[in-house]
């Protein structure tokens, strides 16, 4: 008969860097998403139009849920 011990620690330990390594990538990905991409966007578009002082951005899923209602 053999006996295998287990380091049940080291197991959850595993688990754990898993679990929280992917709520940080999910948590960042929801960031760039909601706040970055849109930010990121109109730095770009300053940068091409240095000139003119207003901007218009339209957010294209925005406007594709409102025209359903």
């Given at each position: ?68 209602r």
């Open positions: 008969m053999e006996v295998i011990v287990l380091n049940t620690r080291k197991i959850l330990s595993t688990i754990g860097t898993f679990a929280i390594v992917s709520a940080v990538s999910t948590a960042g990905a929801a960031l760039w998403t909601n706040v970055l991409d849109r930010k990121f966007q109109m730095v770009k578009i300053k940068l091409a139009h240095p000139k003119s002082d207003k901007i218009i951005f339209v957010d294209f899923k925005k406007a594709k849920r409102g025209l359903g």
